[in-house]
């Protein structure tokens, strides 16, 4: 499991480095931060690292897709089929190389005892404050772009 998750990850590697479209790189570095995440989780065994930083990283990357939308709000997805037959070559010849089989899964990991952490006792408070601080969040930015006058940004 941990080979395969690996493989993706570098697979999509490869793959920012072909792409050129905002749209499909936010996703991939939305499976990208979940991944890390997921992998620090497994490693540590701490999951409150990991959910910090999987906050931090979607932060950052919203941030980034609300400037590239306000930049090329309606930019042509174009496939050139040259660069995406590499791609899929190169990621045939990945799964081979690594020697990879997907039928048998001898490290099997108990996701449930990881996602049943944050919700235990010493833990439940500390998601409930986050819950609440959120929304507050959420209500005072809703107030502060205030419906009647429009967008904050100005149109030209």
């Not at 395969?4 to 749209?23: A, N």
């Not at 490693?43 to 590239?68: E, H």
């Not at 590499?86 to 997907?102: A, E, P, T």
């Amino acid at each position: 499991m941990l080979k395969m998750m690996l493989l993706i990850m570098f697979s999509f590697s490869l793959s920012l480095l072909i792409l050129s479209h905002p749209l499909i790189i936010s996703i991939i570095l939305l499976i990208q931060i979940l991944m890390i995440s997921l992998l620090k989780m497994i490693f540590i065994k701490f999951s409150w690292f990991s959910y910090i930083i999987f906050l931090i990283m979607i932060g950052g990357l919203l941030i980034i897709f609300i400037y590239m939308t306000s930049i090329a709000s309606n930019e042509n997805f174009k496939f050139n089929k040259f660069q995406m037959i590499s791609l899929i070559m190169s990621f045939l010849l990945l799964f081979f190389l690594m020697n990879l089989n997907f039928f048998e899964f001898n490290e099997i990991i108990d996701f449930n005892n990881f996602f049943t952490k944050f919700f235990n006792f010493p833990l439940n408070f500390l998601i409930i404050f986050l819950f609440f601080y959120l929304f507050i969040t959420l209500i005072a930015c809703v107030k502060i772009s205030n419906f009647n006058q429009g967008p904050m940004r100005q149109k030209l």
